[in-house]
């Protein structure tokens, strides 16, 4: 192997591979170094191991960034129908779950082997990628308009260097910051990390809702007030150490320490949808017309924390219209999350401040490019993150 190459990318991780792939194909001479023992790793253990890929609707909105029109660019230029058409290619099935999330029918290596055979291709294109594993980046510098890689010992250059190592979400998987590290380095600016995508932890009164762990519901979750309130119906699950479920997960990343979520527990009724159903169906305990919706446990709970006992007859006015408004918009105070252990992706990161959105190219150090979860680029659960992935791999890999 040359020690000398057009691009090093540091991470061999979805926006590496492709990026690779890409630049490689366009006759470039790349070298991939990941720090684990196999590449993709993340891509293996996503969406339960049939690797959520995409979603059909990525677009802009779906991100959270310091700079909301930043991932524009690269999304539009290289959009999820872009990256079907290449899982088409390769004759990889794969099926619509929900709300346009993609997996794979079946095992999520299709998606690491397709990008291993992208890089593969870059020989008939008068291009070359080496994957090395294993690897130990040690130090890197710039010289004389060049970047030097220090890997496993052995002096490695090129003209540009990628970052692509990813966050510090799921360090079991050898995950850490040192993206962070290389972009402080060179002058760059990063945005405060955090976990998203992550479960939170109850403590206080909320507390009793651990007993319910395993207890799953179709809600609406909303974090955040006024303009900046987001809301994600999907289903909340109770955890023995708080809540979780995708729900949970999406508003998670928009949460600030100290601020309550609210749950709705009955999103296609009315707020005084319990007074209705007094007046129709006077004689029915409340348990009964709670659990319709939500299973009989949760119903209990939740009854007996609004103090309704017995039939709804048996309950004035005021109670069931309090009541029905509770679970429209009932509030849970988080002490916490579960952090980067159990968060999907980390939101922060490098500041886009600092990147040109065309191609993620440093606008300060000529050949330096930061691609992937590394950016403070951080989509919505359900397939947005890759496709971010894919994009801003795509968009350096057609810069170089």
Known sequence: MESTFDAIVLGGGAAGLLYAALAGQRGRNVLVLERAGTVGKKILISGGGRCNFTNIGAGPAHYISGNRHFAKSALSRYTARDFIALVDSYGI??????????????PALQIVDLLLEECAKAGAQGGHVDVLTGQDVSEVVQEDGRFAVMANGQALLADSLVIATGGPSIPKMGASDFAY????????????????????????????????????????????AGKGAVKFREAALLTHRGLSGPAILQVSSYWKHGDPIALDFYPDEKP??????????????????????????????????????????????????QAGERLKAWEFRPNGTEGFAKAEVTAGGIS?????????????VPGLYAIGEAVDV?????????QWAWASGWAAGQAI
């Open 378 to 386: 951080t989509g919505w659960l359900g397939g947005y993150n890759f």
């Open 352 to 364: 886009t401040a600092g990147l040109s959105s065309r191609t993620m190219e440093a606008q300060s």
């Open 93 to 106: 099935a794969h099926h619509e779950k929900t709300l346009g999330q993609l997996f794979c029918d079946g």
């Open 272 to 321: 005084d949808w319990l007074l209705e159903r007094k007046r129709s169906a006077s004689q029915t305990d409340i348990v009964a017309v709670l659990k319709e919706h939500l299973s009989e446990r949760l119903a209990r709970v939740l009854a007996e924390r609004l103090g309704l006992h017995g039939v709804l007859q048996g309950q004035s006015d005021k109670a069931l219209r």
């Open 181 to 224: 590290e290389l972009a402080r380095q060179f002058g760059l600016k990063v945005i405060e990390p955090r976990p998203a995508l992550v479960p939170f932890t109850l403590g206080g009164e909320d507390v009793l809702f651990r007993e319910l762990s395993g207890v799953s519901a179709e809600v609406v979750a909303k974090a955040g």
